[in-house]
C-alpha cells in the first residue's frame, strides 16, 4: 500500500509534511536495514513507487541526505552513503541502527559515547542546578522508587532521571543530547534491567546527592561510577554470551 492511500484510508487529507515525514521513515529504515538492491532510486520511481508528488519525495531524500545517509552526485544521482558517513549522533539514524541490530557491541559503544557525555554534565549541574532542576531530577529517582514497587515504569523514570542532568548543567549544547539519550538509553535500561536486574537505586541517589550538595567532583565521579558499572554488566553479558532480543 502507498503512503497516499494509507493517509486516504485514515479518513483525512493528506497533509505533505506528514507525507513527507513518513516516506522519510519508509525510506530511512530500508537504507539503515540494508534493503536497497542495486542503485538507491532516482525521486521520479519513488514518487511513482509510494504514490506522491515529486516535491514531498526530493523532500524527504534531502532529510535523509542530511543525516548522512545519500548524498546527490553529478552524472551518477542519488547513492546511499557507507556507514561511517551516517550521522550516528542523529537520533532517527540511532533509533533506525537499535531497530536493524541491537547488539552489546552497539550498546558498548553507546556507554562508551555516554562516559563523554553524563559524568561532566553531572559536574555542570552540581555546579550550575536551580531548585526547580534539582527537583526535576529528584522526581526521576522517586518514580524509580515507586517502579520497584510497580507503580510506573522503571525505564521511563530512569530516562527521565538522566535527562534532567542534561538539563540541569545549563548548558544548550548538553541539551542537544536529550533526544539521543532518551533514543538509546530506551534500548539499554531495558537490557540492563532484563540481564543485572532493576537499575541501581543508591548509585543513582549518588548521583542526585552530590548535585544537591554542589559537589562537582562527586557528582562526576557517582556517575562514572553509574555508567562503568554498566559497562562491566555488558562485559559479564559478552563473556556468557548473552544477545540482547
Keep these: ?63 535523509l541526505t542530511a543525516k548522512g545517509l545519500l548524498s546527490a552526485r553529478r552524472r551518477v544521482g542519488t547513492v546511499i552513503q557507507p556507514r561511517e558517513r551516517w550521522n550516528l549522533l542523529d537520533p532517527d539514524v540511532l533509533r533506525w541502527l537499535l531497530q536493524r541490530e541491537f547488539s552489546l557491541e552497539l550498546l558498548k559503544h553507546f556507554t562508551e559515547l555516554r562516559l563523554a557525555i553524563e559524568p561532566t554534565a553531572a559536574r555542570l549541574a552540581a555546579l550550575n542546578a536551580t531548585r526547580q532542576s534539582i527537583a526535576r531530577i529528584a522526581e526521576g529517582l522517586t518514580r524509580m522508587e515507586a517502579a520497584e514497587s510497580g507503580e510506573g515504569s522503571a525505564l521511563e523514570a530512569d530516562i527521565d532521571f538522566h535527562v534532567a542532568i542534561l538539563a540541569a548543567a545549563a548548558n544548550p549544547f548538553y541539551l542537544q543530547f536529550e533526544e539521543l539519550i532518551r533514543t538509546a538509553l530506551s534500548r539499554s535500561i531495558a537490557f540492563t534491567n532484563h540481564f543485572g536486574g532493576t537499575a541501581n537505586l543508591k548509585e543513582h541517589g549518588d548521583v542526585l546527592r552530590a548535585i544537591a550538595a554542589q559537589d562537582a567532583d562527586g557528582a562526576d565521579l557517582a556517575m562514572r561510577v553509574l555508567i562503568d558499572n554498566v559497562l562491566a554488566l555488558i562485559r559479564r553479558a559478552s563473556a556468557e554470551g548473552f544477545e540482547p532480543a
Excluded at 521513515?25 to 504514490?51: M, N, S, Y
Aim: no cysteine; charged share 30%.
Design 1 to 63: 500500500m502507498t503512503l497516499l492511500a494509507r493517509e486516504a484510508g485514515r479518513g483525512r487529507r493528506p497533509a505533505s509534511r506528514n507525507l513527507t515525514h513518513e516516506l522519510r521513515e519508509t525510506l530511512g529504515q530500508a537504507i539503515v536495514g540494508e534493503r536497497f538492491e542495486g542503485p538507491f532510486p532516482t525521486e521520479f520511481e519513488l514518487a511513482k513507487q509510494h504514490g506522491l508528488s515529486r516535491s514531498v519525495t526530493r523532500e524527504a531524500v534531502k532529510m
